[in-house]
């Protein structure tokens, strides 16, 4: 805007700017003050305008208010009670914007659009912890991109008087909604909706952006929000949910990535539509998200990949349209007391990476845990299947050299094999009852599985199987027809006996079992 209230000092004689404000009504109430930091000669913004605290009029070379429309300023100047007329700056070498109350700037009232009025407020100086408040007022709407580059709005926040904020029509569509470029961004204090329309926040190249309770984005394209080159963003409580599909086969509601850092307590990170991710923490990034809502997302609810941490304690992974949670690529994945139901390929699957899983409801999915490619899964006390809702396959399945040990867990009801492992792979199973398979409750097909102290009767076939040279210990293990914690020869395929390769289809080792 052309027109209002400019603050400011005189630099080799060219007044800078510093703020702006269309009426002193924007100010009025904020005891903003206008100090020189060598003579604290200051000038007072306040209900009658601007106001010298008893300094002479002579030798004032502290301060410099200049207005582009000099007659509104003029005749609200007053030195020491003496009227001065005609003045249309009053110069100086340096000047700092100072105060205790928050700066208070509305939009449409002080400026014409949000990136307007932020660019004005990022160009103030303020006091130690003083903010410049820029509020988007009711039925407002947003139309333009709000970039910020190589320089700090963190003293300034975006807030809004509505629940929600939406893009007016003139928007340019198809691009990042918030960018963040080897900046520290404003403070998001308000829900944007982009209703599909475009990219959200993108915070990149050494950049920190912090998101409010309650605030964030809903409804973009490819990514809610992501993070990169060494950027942080800090979201406890926040949201950025309901993300779509466009070009990108990395979509997600947030993305944190290239050694950045990423915190989402409690934040909700849900309802991602078709090939978009939930939560991806990637390529060395650390993300803590205790408690964050991932579920219904229409891929993967939480996923670590390429070096990568992330800490999903307490989350909600549920009605992923693939993986609750996923570690790809040496990523470690830590993840207590965790919904992973209901996912359509498995609630837990790792391909090379390590997952630290306990107390978690894994139950309806397709599969309860599946380990692929050297991957590692240590699962505790975790409820994977039951009768009242199995998974649809094979409950625990390890492949490719991968590893799962379990302890203390219930892998009950599974509509297929409850602990599988082939080419390679390797199951460790303690105090695991895995009762009533469809199939068999232990699989060694080519793999290794170590099944002690545990129930492995009722299952619709054998109890234990073993194929392609698989190796299966069962010590201390019911079967069906075993006495008490020994298996039984006749739950044991053929060749029905143990400690023996029989026909070369693998050895079932027992030191204490129940003969034929």
């Not at 010298?52 to 004032?60: A, C, M, N, Y």
């Not at 070369?504 to 204490?512: D, K, Q, T, Y």
Request: hydrophobic fraction near 35%; include cysteine.
């Amino acid at each position: 805007m052309d027109n209002g209230y400019a603050v400011g000092y005189l630099d080799d004689g060219e007044f800078v700017e510093v703020g702006r404000f269309n009426n002193l009504d924007a100010v009025a109430n904020s005891d903003l003050e206008i100090r020189h930091a060598d003579s604290e000669t200051r000038v007072v913004l306040g209900d009658d305008g601007f106001d010298f605290d008893g300094s002479d009029v002579e030798g004032i070379e502290a301060l410099d208010v200049q207005s582009a429309s000099v007659p509104q300023v003029t005749s609200n100047v007053d030195f020491d009670s003496n009227d001065a007329t005609g003045i249309s700056a009053l110069e100086a070498e340096e000047a700092r914007i100072t105060g205790n109350e928050d700066i208070k700037i509305s939009v449409p009232a002080d400026f014409d659009t949000v990136a307007d009025a932020l660019e004005a407020a990022g160009e103030n100086t303020t006091k130690s912890g003083v903010q410049m408040v820029v509020t988007i007022e009711s039925g407002h709407e947003i139309v333009d991109n709000l970039d910020f580059e190589d320089g700090d709005w963190g003293h300034v926040r975006l807030t809004s008087e509505d629940d929600m904020v939406g893009l007016g029509t003139d928007y340019p569509d198809g691009e990042d909604f918030w960018f963040d470029d080897n900046a520290v961004g404003p403070v998001l204090d308000c829900l944007v909706d982009l209703d599909g329309r475009c990219r959200g926040m993108f915070v990149h190249r050494q950049s920190t952006q912090y998101v409010e309770e309650g605030a964030g984005i809903r409804n973009a394209l490819d990514f809610g929000v992501r993070v990169r080159e060494e950027s942080g963003i800090y979201a406890r409580n926040a949201e950025f949910s309901g993300t779509t599909h466009d070009t990108s086969t990395a979509a997600a509601n947030a993305r944190i990535t290239a050694d950045s850092d990423g915190v989402f307590t409690n934040a909700d990170l849900s309802n991602s539509g078709a090939d978009v991710d939930g939560l991806v923490s990637n390529r060395g990034a650390t993300v803590q998200a205790v408690g964050v809502d991932c579920s219904d997302c229409g891929r993967v609810g939480a996923r670590g990949v390429g070096a990568a941490t992330l800490n999903v304690a307490h989350a909600d992974v549920s009605g992923a349209g693939n993986e609750g949670i996923r570690g790809d690529r040496t990523a470690r994945i830590k993840a207590i007391d965790v919904d992973a139901t209901d996912c359509d390929r498995a609630a837990i699957e790792t391909n090379g990476a390590w997952i630290h899983l306990s107390d978690s409801d894994l139950r309806g999915s397709e599969r309860g845990i599946f380990a692929d490619r050297s991957g590692r899964v240590e699962a505790q006390d975790c409820l994977i299947s039951d009768e009242d809702n199995p998974t649809n396959s094979s409950a625990v399945v390890a492949q490719d050299n991968a590893e799962i040990n379990i302890i203390g867990s219930t892998v009950d009801y599974s509509a297929s094999t409850a602990l599988r492992a082939e080419d390679g792979g390797k199951i460790t199973a303690r105090s695991v009852t895995a009762t009533n398979a469809g199939s068999h409750a232990v699989w060694a097909d080519g793999g290794e599985i170590d099944v002690r102290e545990g129930d492995v009767s009722d299952a619709d076939s054998d109890d234990i199987r073993r194929s392609d040279g698989g190796i299966v210990r069962a010590e201390g293990c019911q079967t069906t027809q075993g006495d008490e914690d020994e298996p039984h020869e006749d739950d044991v395929n053929f060749p029905r006996e143990f400690n023996s390769f029989g026909d070369g289809r693998g050895i079932v080792f027992a030191e204490n079992f129940t003969e034929a």
